[in-house]
């Protein structure tokens, strides 16, 4: 049997989710994504899922075209950075996974992709690891302006145990688990 319960409050300031917000947001007529970003900043996290036994052809194409970035783009006001790359163990297989830092906000990603698309050399790169993929996607991502520095579990567990310590007036929390295998950083509160 799952019990699923929620708790009224008698004003929002004695919310339980009130007092884990830092600060309040007041109404605006900015965007919200001005207001919580920076736009100058921009990450592109690259999606390649990989057909299956072309896993290490990939990863020697993407290396060569990483290096390729790098020397076209040295001398470039706006130049790309690889922040990290990684291929997926436990969950969605044959997935790789790219992020890309562009200083300069948009036009700086359109700079880019008129780099991309008119060098010849990285176009043959790109054009060489199509065989290798049988899906990919991307996603322009602002970060947040608020957004601490990375902590740990333990931090991130102190935090979360204050705020649980909130709602066990009225009832009591089944469980708490985080992820160890498969998809990191994922938490699922039970109650």
């Given amino acids: 049997m799952t019990c699923v319960s929620t708790t009224g409050c008698t004003s929002q ?4 989710l009130n007092k884990l917000l830092v600060r309040k947001i007041e109404p605006t007529k900015e965007s919200h994504s001005r207001m919580l970003s920076d736009k100058e900043v921009i990450f592109e996290l ?26 076209k783009f040295a ?9 990290g790359s990684w291929t997926v163990g436990v969950g969605d297989q044959d997935q790789c996974l790219h992020l890309w830092k562009y200083a ?8 880019a992709n008129d780099m ?26 602002l970060p947040f302006s608020f957004w601490p520095p990375p902590g740990t579990m333990i931090e ?11 709602r066990q007036a009225n009832n009591e929390a089944f469980g708490g688990f985080f992820s160890q295998v498969g998809r990191l950083y994922n938490v699922h509160h039970i109650w």
Wanted: aromatic share 14%; no cysteine; charged share 25%.
């Fill in 116 to 141: 991309y698309a008119t060098d010849p050399d990285l176009s043959k790169l790109i054009q060489d690891r199509n065989p290798f993929l049988r899906q990919r996607s991307n996603q322009f991502l």
């Fill in 104 to 111: 300069g906000g948009y036009g700086a990603i359109d700079a």
């Fill in 75 to 83: 001398d470039k006001a706006y130049h790309p950075e690889l922040q």
């Fill in 46 to 71: 690259q999606t390649h899922n990989l057909k299956p036994g072309t896993g290490e052809q990939y990863l020697k194409n993407y290396e060569e075209y990483v290096k390729g970035v790098t020397d």
């Fill in 156 to 166: 991130w567990g102190n935090n979360w145990s204050r705020a649980i310590h909130f």
């Fill in 13 to 16: 300031k004695d919310s339980w």
